[in-house]
């Protein structure tokens, strides 16, 4: 069988023909479609991610910036430019250390990128590095004579290095809270200086402020954890807060990482002296030695005179110590000086108290329990202070046993001979011869003397006034002391009128 042809007419032949012939316009989705096909070079994105990260910098979105520059170095590593503008992101976002790395390796790319000596100036200031900032500073002026880009970083840099003098003069005499106010100056200028912090936090330390000081150090540690210094900045902070065996830890810590630490090797040795005397100095206590155990506490308060926290220990536990030897008066300067270095030390308060008490020294010792119990109010401190205000009250009487040169707990006999031998003393008629002022003395104290044998001679009255109670006013205004006077020697068979012998 034959096969079938198909026929194309004339008119279908030129339409063909002219189609075939003819442009073809593409579209704009087409046209981008087919660019895409092209790869770009790394240079082209990487200029690219440049401009997206100023876009972000200039909205002051730094950490979206940081990663579009990150993206611009990697695809092109030899750019001074890419890393110039990183380094000022880093600086945003206060990274002064990443910053710098990142100047210097703009510096190093391209060795006249005076933006970026700037940008090193400006991280060296805030570091606290002064000779690298004032290098910069001078590199900067010998490639631009007439640049002012870096002026306020060279008077600033000039400013710390004033600073830095005075700072150590204060810290070698010890003038601690004088370092620790330039310090917060030199801060102002260079506020990501770990040197200057460190130095800070140490003399907060000095000073009893180790909160402040631990936080310092924590705070670098968490930046850097095998920074010496900061271990042991934080192991004087454990030092004076009377945690020896940690603080023992530390300092061994940070000679572990800089063997010649020289400050560490110091306090080690310090804080191992203190531990063994204070341990010895209770061992003795607690043995009864006390005499021994005062001159152990009395030499470790030697060591360190700026640790209040273990010097006030020490001083309580050698005011208990001169408790026992009965040396009161030198446990009321040891509670003293503790209640400087620390006022809330209840135990050395109540010390005081007991003290004063012991003394005789009521006004003081009430003044302590009411101070006592402003910090605690407990019922053993009530009672206390009861007691103080008690003894308090009876002191301001007259002692009619001091009256007659007796002691507390007399005789019935020993009383009465008392009494004739001072009432013969102090008789008017013996003093008639002399001044009125004398006269009128001696009278004063013939009336006393009766008194105090009307009282103590009286079973009742003598156990009231020994109880503390108030002897009536009208009963002590109507006692004649003449009148005793002659019952006494009528009672006991002599003669109430008789010559004294002068």
């Known amino acids: 069988m034959d096969e079938e042809v198909i026929e194309i007419s004339d008119s279908e032949r030129e339409e063909t023909e002219s189609t075939s012939e003819m442009d073809v316009e593409l579209t704009e989705q087409q046209t981008a479609d087919a660019e895409q096909i092209v790869p770009k070079d790394a240079g082209t994105i990487a200029e690219e991610k440049k401009k997206l990260g100023n876009d972000q910098y200039k909205a002051q979105n730094y950490q979206n910036a940081l990663k579009l520059y990150t993206d611009a170095i990697s695809l092109c590593p030899d750019s001074a430019a890419y890393y110039g503008n990183r380094a000022a992101c880093y600086m945003m976002l206060l990274n002064y250390n990443s910053a710098l790395t990142d100047a210097r390796n703009a510096i190093r790319i391209d060795p006249s990128f005076e933006k970026a000596y700037v940008r090193v100036a400006k991280c060296c200031l805030a570091l606290g590095d002064i000779i690298g900032t004032e290098q910069a500073v001078k590199t900067v002026a010998e490639l631009n004579a007439q640049s002012t880009a870096v002026s306020g970083e060279q008077a600033a840099a000039q400013k710390l290095r004033q600073l830095e003098t005075t700072i150590q003069t204060n810290y070698d005499s010890k003038a601690y809270r004088n370092v620790v106010y330039y310090l917060d100056s030199a801060l102002k200028l260079a506020p990501a200086s770990i040197r200057y912090r460190l130095l800070k936090a140490e003399c907060l330390a000095y000073l009893g402020r180790c909160d402040e000081a631990l936080d310092i150090a924590v705070g670098v540690m968490k930046l ?91 001083l309580y536990n050698r005011a208990l110590v001169n408790t026992r030897i009965g040396a009161l008066r030198e446990a009321v300067a040891d509670c003293s000086r503790v209640l400087e270095l620390n006022s809330q030390y209840l135990k050395a308060l109540l010390l005081r108290a007991r003290c004063h008490n012991d003394l005789e020294k009521y006004e003081e010792a009430v003044a302590d329990y009411e101070t006592a119990l402003n910090l605690e109010k407990t019922t053993e401190i009530k009672r206390l202070l009861r007691e103080a205000k008690f003894a308090l009250k009876k002191s301001k009487r007259k002692d009619y046993y001091k009256i007659l040169g007796i002691g507390r707990n007399p005789t019935e006999d020993e009383i009465k001979k008392a009494y004739r031998k001072k009432a013969l003393v102090h008789h008017p008629d013996r003093h008639a011869n002399s001044s009125a002022e004398e006269r009128k003395e001696e009278e004063l104290k013939f009336k006393e003397v009766g008194e105090a044998y009307a009282i103590l001679s009286d079973a009742r009255k003598k156990e009231r006034y020994d109880s503390g109670q108030d002897i009536e006013e009208q009963e002590q205004a109507d006692f004649d002391p003449n009148q005793m006077f002659r019952s006494f020697f009528r009672a006991t068979g002599r003669n109430a009128t008789f010559n004294f012998e002068f």
């Open 224 to 314: 850097d954890s095998t920074s010496a210094d900061a271990i042991y900045v934080r192991g004087l902070c454990l030092y004076y807060t009377d945690n020896l065996e940690k603080g023992i830890l530390h300092f061994e810590r940070a000679l572990t990482l800089d063997p010649d630490h020289y400050k560490s090797k110091q306090m080690r040795s310090k804080c191992k002296q203190l531990k063994e005397m204070k341990e010895n100095g209770n061992m003795l206590f607690k043995s009864g030695r006390y005499r021994e155990a005062h001159v152990i506490y009395t030499d470790a308060l030697k060591i360190d005179e700026h640790n209040k926290d273990i010097n006030s220990k020490l």
